[in-house]
Nanobody, 119 residues
């Protein structure tokens, strides 16, 4: 059973930074694709960033140049470095993990971590 746990959220002033972590805990497991999503109150869940097994990354336009996604495959952990945070970045951030084909190729989800940006 793979558990996905996000951490690192909190309250930060506009212009500040936070680093989120997403850890997939399981033996004999490796990450294929990992994606960060966010959901603000009253809004739909939206894609933020993704990291792929070939090393490529993808971002939504509004976070390009401010957010950086990275991964440590030996720790099955994915990070989201968020700089120059804006009020509109306030949301619950969660990650989706797609396991590698060799380890089952299934999708796993975390519960999320709250990020609140204040003025």
């Amino acid at each position: 059973q793979v558990q996905v746990v996000e951490s690192g959220g909190g309250l930060v002033q506009a212009g500040g930074s936070l680093r989120l972590s997403c850890a997939a805990s399981a033996r004999a497991f490796s990450i294929n694709v990992a994606s960060w999503y966010r959901q603000a109150p009253g809004k739909q869940r939206e894609f933020v960033a993704a990291t792929y097994s070939d090393g490529s990354t993808d971002y939504r336009d509004s976070v390009k140049g401010r957010f950086t996604i990275s991964r440590e495959d030996d720790k099955n952990t994915v990070y989201l470095q968020m700089n120059n945070l804006k009020l509109e970045d306030t949301a619950v951030y969660s990650c989706d993990i797609l396991g590698s084909p060799e380890t089952g190729g299934r999708m796993y989800w975390g519960q999320g971590t709250q990020v609140t940006v204040s003025s």
